[in-house]
């Protein structure tokens, strides 16, 4: 389920926990609304703060190592599981191919949605993109992980914003100024690029989510099989945006994409 923590992309998730880490103490170090507060006996704020932080850890672990949903020989791609032979023959003349489809790379069978990652070396389930920051693919395992992952790494990040901008001291002179926040500017440069950061990623995969759609989906549609024949507006896998939220956070179980699409693609035929 996990890969190895000493595998590929260890010193991105080293540096990921050294940074996390060293702007949490220099949060703590300086005359911050968290050092007051620890200092004035008054420990929840303090510790909450710790624990999200330590949480948002935990959480790029368990994303960053996770499984995102390989496809490791042909019985992983069971992606005709429940299909008739007479639904077979109601894909479109363009898809035909997909039933068969197997990888220019690996060789193996690819269900609908799946695509081969040339970093990770094996295609994935419901392929999202690869992200260099967590040095995995995001697909159908770990993607709503992820999403969680980027929601509690964003209060994190805006708690610790508004906590260096509390610590920030009066100087007479500009000089004095960054001399006296020199660190505590840094930190709070840091934590305000990647809120942005974070808060674009958040809202993009929340509303590609909402369309049951994915970023490989939305930016190569024109040369993907199974959607390069539909409409510009055209989504065979939208099922409407409550059904959508509530299939990708709530249903655990692998989805056959293939009946999606035969529901919803196979009335014009």
């Given at each position: ?13 080293t ?34 703060f ?8 935990l ?10 949903g ?151 549609r024109?040369?993907?099989s ?10 065979p ?24 699409y ?8």
């Open positions: 389920m996990f890969k190895n923590v000493f595998g590929t992309g260890f010193l991105v998730r540096a990921h926990v050294i940074l996390t880490w060293v702007i949490t103490l220099i949060l703590f170090l300086h005359d911050t609304d968290l050092r007051k507060q620890e200092e004035n006996g008054e420990f929840l704020q303090p510790v909450l710790v624990l999200l932080v330590l949480v948002s850890v959480l790029y672990f368990a994303v960053s190592l996770m499984d995102p390989f496809i490791l020989s042909d019985s992983d791609a069971k992606f005709t599981l429940g299909i008739s032979e007479e639904q077979q023959e109601m894909i479109p003349q363009t898809s035909k191919a997909l039933r068969q489809r197997r990888c220019g790379f690996c060789l193996l069978q690819q269900p609908m949605r799946a695509k081969h990652c040339q970093t990770c070396k094996h295609c994935v389930r419901r392929y999202d993109h690869h992200c260099p920051w967590i040095e995995n693919c995001v697909g159908e395992r770990n993607h709503r992980w992820f999403i969680l992952y980027l929601g509690v790494q964003l209060l994190a990040l805006l708690w610790g914003l508004h906590m260096a901008w509390s610590g920030f001291t009066y100087a007479p002179t500009w000089k004095m100024w960054f001399q006296q926040n020199s660190f505590l500017l840094t930190a709070f440069s840091l934590v305000a690029m990647f809120s942005v950061v974070v808060v674009l990623l958040l809202g993009s995969h929340i509303y590609l989510v909402s369309l049951n759609t994915t970023t490989w989906e939305f930016m190569s024109h040369r993907i199974y959607l390069k024949h539909c409409g510009v507006d055209e989504n896998f939208d099922q409407g945006i409550l059904r959508n939220l509530w299939g990708f956070f709530c249903v655990c179980h692998t989805v056959v994409w293939e009946k999606v035969f529901r919803e693609g196979s009335d014009p035929v």
